[in-house]
């Protein structure tokens, strides 16, 4: 995130409010779920206030994390991985019922939520903290995530290659509260943001009518 939304970020924190969050709601008002069927996925795209909302809003997903992960810096904060010194990326943790859900749509709504050909960064943030990655936990979402890639490629969609990185999963540091849900809680300086980014005019201009 740029200069700007940081500071929208620390002068905010107390903003949080005590509503519980969107997809926790969801799920303690849907029926309930066998804790068999919960399968995770992690997704870096950039800024993770905007990667939230995408996955929140899905039938079958339970929960969605803001975090830090890919790197190697043990308990990173906020402006240690904002300097770009830790290694990892702003990420989002989805946990979702796989009775409901399949992993194959959750990567369909991460590859139109991100800009694939774009290294180190995404739309308006820069460096490594901001790269596009999918971080898979076993073989088979490695598989799937591949196979979405190639097929992206195979579609000759775009002229530039998809440079995304796909690995596996490590550790996953939830972020700071203040993070969790900045769409909602800040919602003014959140859309502030994302229009000043340009996020959503380069969504357009990559997915058209997907998005």
């Keep these: 995130m740029n200069m700007f939304a940081i500071i929208a970020a620390l002068l905010l924190s107390a903003c949080q409010g005590s509503e519980p969050r969107e997809s926790e709601a969801k799920a303690a008002t849907a029926n ?10 992690t997704f870096a795209g950039g800024c993770f206030w905007c990667m939230e909302p995408p996955f929140e809003k899905l039938v079958g997903v339970v929960s969605v994390r803001s975090g830090y992960t890919g790197g190697h810096k043990l308990d990173p904060t906020y402006e240690e991985v904002s300097a770009g010194e830790t290694g990892h990326a702003e990420a989002v943790q989805a946990v979702y019922d796989s009775t409901q859900i399949s992993y194959e749509q959750l990567l369909y709504v991460f590859w139109r939520n991100i800009d694939p050909l774009a290294a180190n960064r995404q739309f308006c943030d820069s460096g490594m903290q901001y790269r596009s990655a999918i971080f898979h936990h076993h073989e088979e979402q490695k598989r799937l995530a591949e ?8 579609t000759r969609k775009f002229d530039r290659p998809i440079v995304t990185e796909i690995a596996a999963a490590g550790k996953f540091y939830p972020a700071e509260e203040y993070h969790q849900d900045f769409y909602k809680k800040n919602s003014f300086h959140y859309k502030t943001y994302r229009a000043g980014c340009g996020r959503d005019r380069r969504l357009k201009e990559l997915w058209g009518d997907e998005h």
Aim: aromatic share 0%; proline share 11%.
């Design 147 to 154: 196979g979405s890639k190639m097929k992206l490629e195979q």
């Design 32 to 41: 309930p779920v066998d804790p068999k069927d919960l399968a995770t996925a």
